[in-house]
Every structure is written in structure tokens, then in C-alpha cells.
């Protein structure tokens, strides 16, 4: 990563995959001597304004950039939502693409995720397909923000020759999620909804039928490959983050993981009036594991377990 003090920005960091980014660092070896990391969130910069993002690169003086920072939500606040998703996103991504590159920062990893492929596609998807079609139309506008993205940072290489780059995580769960029922992924709302049934002695209801499928990643498994691609992944073309394809599971084989991991002995029932979204993206990680053949993927049941163990000890703070 040259021989400039390296300072690295981490726009999001106050969220599911910057936190885990932050554990990484700050515990599990992540950071490299002489290293600064910064974790911003909302707090520090609001991102959707030119000015203050200038003012938080001006004061952070980054050399590297992971740009997480972003609207984000499960399917039904996508649903609800799509133009905000668009614009919001749309609007982050300019600032802090253009401003990393007015403040010469030598590399950007930016995020995009498995869900903005096309939905009509032969599988496994690979990063090859991003553009090849529409987006499943449940989040078409966060979708095509993410993909805006990737034209960017080859409009930015091609033009500049700026070092920015992207990732395309499949559906991420952990630590420091959110966990609200209305605007979060599944896997957060399965645990929370587990937990209230369990108390309260009701059924635990899952949305939907269950049938679709989903390849979940771990977020301290993400946090690691992220690192891993600041420092060694050269290139400007994306790359799938995610566990293979033989790792997909359905949504009712991950709510009976959650059931498993919260020791919940109550009734289960399916409320399929509420949509199932996309049947499934089933993501190749084969250019992943050519590049890191040894890397090891926390098994999911445990991480569900840690996942679980930390929602029930962090109850009364957590995103919900
Ligand atoms: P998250 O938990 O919702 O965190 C979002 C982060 O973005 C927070 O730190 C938030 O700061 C920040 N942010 C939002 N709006 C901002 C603004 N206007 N100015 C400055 N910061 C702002 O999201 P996440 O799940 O960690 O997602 C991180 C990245 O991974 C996103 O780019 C997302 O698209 C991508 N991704 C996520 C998944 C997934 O399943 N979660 C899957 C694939 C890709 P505050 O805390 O101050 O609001
Ligand atoms: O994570 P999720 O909300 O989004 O998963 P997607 C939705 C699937 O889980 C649907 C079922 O089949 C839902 O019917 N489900 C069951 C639930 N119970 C629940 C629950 O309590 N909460 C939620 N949220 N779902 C998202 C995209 O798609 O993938 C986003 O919309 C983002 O843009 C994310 O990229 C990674 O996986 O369907």
C-alpha cells in the first residue's frame, strides 16, 4: 500500500460491516504497524452534503478509503422506499467517489452486494453480470445506485487513472445489525422476532413462505476479506464476497438455525401474505477462492450462535 503513513477512512463505520471492520482491526490482528483506521458515521459527516464530506476528508486526510457508508435495508424498507435508495445512495456515492479523488487518495474500496444483479440470469451469477439486465424490481432503485458505482470507479480509473475499487458481499448478518423488524434484512428480524415469541410465550412468525434462497456471509468474515482487499486486490473490477454456492439455504432452514440457536420451543407459522422478494441469487465466490484458496469461512451455525449470543447480551442498546 506505498510508503506514505497509510491513514484509512472507513465511511459506515458505525454499521454492521464497519463495526466488524472495527473489531477486526482493533482485535483480531486487522490493523498493520504505524496504521491509523477512523470509523465515521452520520455524526461525523453527513455524507448526502458536498460540504461536509469535504470538511471530513480535509480533517481525516485519508489514504485509503472503504466506502460503506450508505441507505441500506432488507426487502421491505426496499420496497417501500426505491426512490430514496436511489437518490440517497446516488448522491453519497458521488460525494465521497469525487472527493477521494480531488484529495489524491491512493485506493477506494466501495460496496455493492449480490441482490443488484439482474433477477432474469443463468447462475451461478458472476461479476461479469452486473449490467446484463434489470434488477429484481423489489430494490431496482438501490440496485441501480449500487451499479452507478462500478461505472463510476471505471469512469474514475479510465479518465484519472484513480485505484477505485469494489466488493459485492451476498446478504451479511452479525454483531451490531440492525435489527429492526420493518427496515432490516432477515436473518436480524428472524433473531429478534424469535426472542419476543420466546418471551412472550407467542408463535414465532416467519414472513413469507420460506422457500427462497439466500447465501448469508458472516460480517467478521467480510470484515477480514475487506481488509484482504484493500491491501492486496488490484483491480477495478468487482469481486464477489461470499460463501459458495453449495453454502445457500432457505429461509426456513435459516429461521430453524435461529430457533436452534435460541433454544425457542414455541410454534413456528408462515405468514405468506407477506412477499417473498427474490426467489433466489445464488453468487459464484470462485474468483474469491482463486485468489484466497485458504480462507475459511466461520461456520454458519456458529456464527448464528455468536450472532444470536450478542443480540440476546447487547438487547437493550442495539439497532431495533
Ligand atoms: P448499516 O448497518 O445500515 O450502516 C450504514 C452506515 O452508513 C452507518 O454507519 C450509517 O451511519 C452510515 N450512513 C448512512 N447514511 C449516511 C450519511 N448520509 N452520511 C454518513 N454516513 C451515513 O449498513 P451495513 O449493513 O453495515 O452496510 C454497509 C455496506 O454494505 C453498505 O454499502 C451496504 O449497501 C453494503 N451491503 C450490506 C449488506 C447487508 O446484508 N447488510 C449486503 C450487501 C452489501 P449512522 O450510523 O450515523 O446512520
Ligand atoms: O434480507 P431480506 O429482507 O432481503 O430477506 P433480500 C427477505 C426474505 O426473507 C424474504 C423473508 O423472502 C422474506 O419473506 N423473511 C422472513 C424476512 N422473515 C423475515 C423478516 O422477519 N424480515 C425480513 N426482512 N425478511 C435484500 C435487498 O433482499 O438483500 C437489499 O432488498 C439488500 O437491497 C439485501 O441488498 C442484502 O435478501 O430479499
Known amino acids: 500500500m506505498g ?6 477512512l472507513v465511511t459506515g463505520g458505525s454499521g454492521l460491516v464497519g463495526k466488524a471492520i472495527e473489531t477486526v482491526v482493533n482485535e483480531r490482528g486487522g490493523r498493520q504497524e504505524g ?3 477512523h470509523f465515521v458515521s452520520s455524526k461525523d459527516a453527513d455524507l448526502t452534503n458536498r460540504e ?3 470538511e471530513l476528508f480535509k480533517r481525516i486526510k485519508p489514504t485509503h478509503v472503504i466506502h460503506l457508508a450508505a441507505l441500506v435495508g432488507g426487502l421491505f424498507r426496499n420496497l417501500k422506499y426505491n426512490l430514496d435508495f436511489y437518490r440517497q445512495n446516488t448522491i453519497i456515492n458521488d460525494n465521497v467517489l469525487y472527493t477521494s479523488y480531488e484529495n489524491k487518495v491512493e485506493k477506494v474500496v466501495s460496496c455493492l452486494s449480490t441482490c443488484i444483479f439482474p433477477d432474469k440470469t443463468i447462475y451461478p451469477i458472476d461479476e461479469t453480470m452486473i449490467h446484463n439486465g434489470p434488477p429484481h424490481n423489489s430494490n431496482f432503485g438501490y440496485a441501480y445506485a449500487k451499479r452507478m458505482i462500478d461505472v463510476q470507479n471505471r469512469a474514475y480509473h479510465s479518465q484519472y487513472g484513480c485505484k477505485f475499487t ?4 451476498t446478504n451479511v448478518f452479525g454483531p451490531h445489525d440492525n435489527f ?7 436473518l436480524p428480524g428472524l433473531i ?3 426472542y419476543t415469541a420466546k418471551k412472550t410465550n407467542t408463535p414465532f412468525v416467519v414472513w413469507g413462505t420460506g422457500s427462497p434462497l439466500r447465501q448469508f456471509i458472516y460480517s467478521l468474515d467480510l470484515a477480514h476479506l475487506f481488509i484482504w482487499v484493500l491491501r492486496e486486490y488490484d483491480s477495478c473490477d468487482p469481486i464477489i464476497l461470499s460463501v459458495a454456492e453449495k453454502d445457500e439455504v432457505t429461509i426456513k432452514q435459516a429461521a430453524e438455525m435461529v430457533v436452534e440457536a435460541m433454544e425457542f420451543k414455541g410454534e413456528v407459522v408462515y405468514d405468506t401474505t407477506k412477499s417473498d422478494g427474490q426467489h433466489k441469487k445464488t453468487a459464484s465466490n470462485a474468483k474469491l ?3 484466497c484458496p485458504d480462507f475459511k469461512f ?3 451455525k456458529q456464527a448464528i450462535k455468536e450472532t444470536c449470543d450478542w443480540f440476546v447480551a447487547n438487547y437493550d442498546t442495539l439497532r431495533k
Not at 469494489?166 to 458481499?169: E, K, L
Not at 429492526?180 to 432477515?186: C, F, K, M, S, T
Open 35 to 37: 496504521e491509523e483506521w
Open 52 to 54: 461536509s464530506t469535504q
Open 3 to 8: 510508503d506514505r503513513k497509510k491513514v484509512i
Open 289 to 291: 477462492m482463486k485468489l
Open 192 to 194: 429478534n422476532k424469535v
Open 180 to 186: 429492526n423488524l420493518e427496515d432490516g434484512h432477515v
Open 166 to 169: 469494489s466488493v459485492i458481499p
Open 298 to 300: 466461520t461456520p454458519f
